[in-house]
């Protein structure tokens, strides 16, 4: 439980903790709560996923805090509007432990320390720390405004809050009267308006900048409004008539937005993204060496970074992508209103975090199919008569949403062309609808006549558009990204066959397919598939050369999605074992093996954190096995002891000997054989969600060898490819030999953190202050995982290298070899 006696003291004697009758000034702050634990403490703030910063404890690097903390955000997520939020048990607690944990901060800051030099006076961050916990008192005092974020830009901290109403922006101002940073002056100003501008913000930004000032400026026509994350809404909250846009005034297209680097020339592209990932990569370093425990030496690889440049290993550039124009095949569509107040469907011009909802078309986005646009558009023409309302993302009400077009190419290689016209086969469409509090007949004709507006566009377009499916997804949420078991539904295109027993669509034709290395993918409507099919065939290549891999090597694919990685590998490694918790890219993954043949795979519907240990146990248990049995022949002696009884896995799971053995006893255990999986999907009625395996359960598709003998499969070495989501994976995960793919190098960064420095437990036992490391933006998830990280030999990061998959914008895939 969070939360010390103190705590529950004060729980006690105020029933409303949250009403503070005055803002506490800074000393206020520092003197907190002296009994409180530290630990509960910042449990408790862990709790509500704030990022604060740290004292830098630890720090044995040369660099400055500061300059770790340039470019960084504290992602303030209790800029929630909701009261259901403040009310909150472990917003309360976080809330009363808040002073407590600066005042445990400031003074471990301040106090002498044994052998070093004192301190100077506290660094920038700290400004930055103290503004998050003034907007998080100012939220207190006003009872539920929404407050945003703070940002350490160069030289100035800004933080932003946002108001319901005229009353509330003026009480805020009295409250920060005077008020200042030790000795930093607080300076409020009124916000660039973003949305919706002039006639209704009710903004303002509070940089405890590092002028000194205490200037109050504050100015805006202020109405009573209904608020958003950053005072953007309009009068009567109707987005149609809120067309003013921040994206308008910073003069901004969808082009800008979505494809920021497109003005560039793409060999500039290049560079400018290998030397943005050198920067992160040296972040690395300069992380890990902070990371490093008191009194542990420093790891050899971090050592050696100086002749690198302060690189912690090889960078060996970037792949460029076989396909720089339209090479996406998904493009996700917003459903939403023009500045010029028509409903669109194309790209938001902002994040909805900054009050941004304008949508535009996508015109000129390079990244993006000429398909896609033009189903875009015969969704947006559909849209302008139609009887059902598109989505207010303020209010949370509406129906469309959005619409998702994915691509499935012909199986040749097409690497040359760049008209997706002629390389695309299949298209799937998804729309995506809030169905609640709508009329089912009504909805029922809707789809209906969407059904056939796409297939009557499709057909009338100058070459003939594929339309391979149409699929339904039933949203509720407030975000547009719905949970992987969202309703599907499949509506009724001319193409679509009718199955004779149901009479509804066969729901096996939900689905496209693509090809990478020569085999054929299929993939379901929401199954993770990489958006520029030709450049992962690249990126699959050199992970797989990367590992090292052979016919005795048992590969785990880690974060499977539809099995890509690892089928396209198969037939160099003796096994693949694939790890994906999304069921339906399970029964994809399944699938796709069975389509092509592919015997030594198999697929676990699972969490990778959870079952990689015992998948790893699992083997050596056979390996053991296989030991004992041929004890048993060789020697015509009995063994007596089982594997279990032995003992011979390591903590981690991992093999001590490093071989590894599969058998088709293994296969038994875990039950049901792919094509049963597949069957299950076939025999399914309307809904999409049948034959999808229980989640989390241990469905598997297993094989034994080649030729299906019941034989048992040796392998002497253990590989992880591990190609997590963008916010990483649980470090744990990767007790092997890893290749670490990332589409989100921050991520990697921080798993790679966590994974290549020594444990503090090993040598400092109880020591948990080291973390001056977790000063990026990866900080609230480090932290988590710092915490449950086991005590083991860390990793050392051999190579890394760079993928281009997303031209024209910021992103690339990262690639980075991990040995122990
Ligand atoms: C970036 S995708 C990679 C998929 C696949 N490797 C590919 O290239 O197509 C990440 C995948 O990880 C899955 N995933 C996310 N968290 C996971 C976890 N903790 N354990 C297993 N799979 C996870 C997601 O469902 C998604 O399919």
């Not at 009353?167 to 660039?192: H, M, P």
């Amino acid at each position: 439980m969070i939360g010390g006696p103190n705590l529950e003291m004060a729980l006690q004697q105020d029933e409303d903790p949250l009403i503070i009758d005055k803002l506490p000034s800074d000393d206020e702050w520092i003197a907190g709560n002296e009994n409180e634990g530290e630990t509960q403490t910042e449990e408790a703030i862990d709790n509500l996923d704030i990022d604060l910063f740290e004292d830098g404890e630890g720090d044995r690097g040369k660099e400055t805090v500061q300059e770790d903390e340039e470019e960084e955000w504290i992602d303030s997520d209790f800029d929630t509007n909701s009261q259901e939020f403040m009310d909150t048990e472990r917003f309360k607690l976080a809330d009363a432990s808040l002073s407590t944990y600066t005042s445990k901060r400031l003074e471990a800051y301040a106090s002498p320390r044994k052998g070093k030099t004192p301190r100077g006076p506290i660094p920038p961050f700290k400004t930055l720390w103290r503004l998050k916990a003034l907007i998080f008192r100012l939220q207190l005092k006003l009872k539920g405004i929404p407050c945003k974020s703070a940002k350490k830009k160069k030289g100035m901290t800004v933080g932003f809050v946002s108001f319901e109403s005229v009353e509330q922006l003026k009480g805020a101002l009295e409250e920060l009267e005077g008020k200042s940073f030790g000795n930093k002056g607080i300076k409020v100003a009124d916000v660039k308006p973003r949305s919706f501008e002039k006639k209704n913000i009710s903004t303002m930004a509070i940089p405890p900048n590092a002028e000194k000032t205490d200037k109050i400026a504050i100015s805006g026509d202020v109405v009573d409004v209904s608020v958003s994350s950053n005072g953007t809404q309009d009068v009567d909250g109707d987005e149609e008539n809120s067309t003013l846009n921040g994206s308008a005034s910073s003069g901004k297209s969808a082009r800008d937005v979505v494809t920021p680097l497109a003005h560039m020339p793409y060999s500039e592209q290049l560079e400018h993204k290998k030397s943005s990932l050198m920067q992160i990569l040296k972040r690395l370093t300069r992380n890990a060496r902070k990371a490093c425990p008191n009194g542990v030496s420093l790891p050899e690889w971090v050592l050696k970074s100086r002749e690198i440049g302060g690189l912690p290993c090889n960078f060996e550039g970037i792949l460029a992508s076989p396909l720089v124009n339209g090479y996406r095949n998904k493009c996700e569509f917003s459903v939403g209103y023009s500045l010029q107040g028509k409903i669109t469907v194309g790209f938001m011009l902002g994040n909805f975090r900054e009050g941004v909802t304008a949508v535009e078309e996508p015109v000129d986005c390079p990244n993006v199919s000429t398909i896609a646009c033009k189903y875009a558009s015969i969704f947006q023409e559909f849209l302008q008569d139609s009887g059902l309302p598109v989505w207010n993302r303020f209010k949370n009400t509406g129906f469309w949403r959005q619409l998702t077009v994915r691509e499935g190419r012909r199986p040749e290689k097409v690497a040359d062309s760049a008209n997706s016209e002629t390389n695309t086969a299949e298209v799937m469409l998804m729309v995506q609808v809030s169905t609640m509090g709508f009329d089912d007949v009504l909805v029922t004709s809707e789809f209906e006549r969407l059904a056939q507006a796409f297939a009557a566009g499709a057909a009338a377009s100058s070459a003939s558009l594929p339309l391979t499916a149409l699929v339904v997804q039933d949203h509720q949420g407030i975000s547009n990204v719905a949970p992987a078991d969202a309703p599907l539904r499949s509506l009724t295109i001319p193409k679509v066959e009718i199955s004779p027993e149901t009479g509804t669509n066969i729901l096996s034709e939900a689905r496209i397919h693509d090809y990478i290395s020569n085999l054929t993918f299929s993939i379901s409507p929401t199954a993770f598939f990489q958006v520029n099919t030709l450049a992962a065939e690249k990126l699959y290549a050199l992970a797989g050369d990367w590992a090292g891999l052979g016919p005795d090597t048992l590969l785990f694919d880690v974060c499977c999605g539809t099995g890509t990685i690892g089928l396209t590998l198969a037939h160099r490694v003796g096994m693949v074992v694939g790890i994906e918790m999304n069921a339906s890219a399970v029964l994809d993954a399944q699938r796709n093996a069975e389509i092509n043949g592919i015997k030594n795979c198999r697929f676990v519907c699972s969490k990778a954190e959870d079952v990689m240990g015992s998948l790893l146990k699992e083997y050596l248990n056979a390996s053991q096995k296989q030991d004992e049995n041929q004890n048993i022949s060789e020697s015509g002696d009995k063994v007596s002891s089982t594997a279990e009884e032995k003992d011979i896995s390591t903590d981690n799971g991992q093999d001590p000997k490093g071989s590894l053995c599969h058998s088709a006893e293994n296969v038994a255990e875990h039950g049901e054989s792919s094509s049963h999986e597949v069957e299950k999907v076939k025999t399914g009625s309307d809904s999409l969600e049948d034959g999808k395996p229980e989640p989390d359960s241990q469905v598997e598709s297993n094989c034994t060898s080649e030729n299906g003998n019941p034989s048992v499969q040796c392998f002497k070495n253990v590989v992880a490819i591990v190609d997590p989501p963008r916010g990483g994976l649980h470090p744990t995960v990767s007790n092997t030999p890893a290749v670490y793919i990332s589409c989100n190098p921050e991520s990697l960064v921080a798993n790679a953190i966590e994974l290549c420095t020594p444990s503090a437990e090993k040598s400092e036992k109880g020591n948990n202050k080291n973390r001056g490391w977790r000063n990026m933006s990866a900080a609230g998830l480090a932290r988590h995982r710092a915490k449950s990280m086991p005590v083991s030999e860390p990793f050392r990061p051999l190579k890394s290298m760079a993928v281009d998959l997303f031209p024209h914008t910021a992103h690339c895939e990262m690639v980075m070899l991990l040995e122990r």
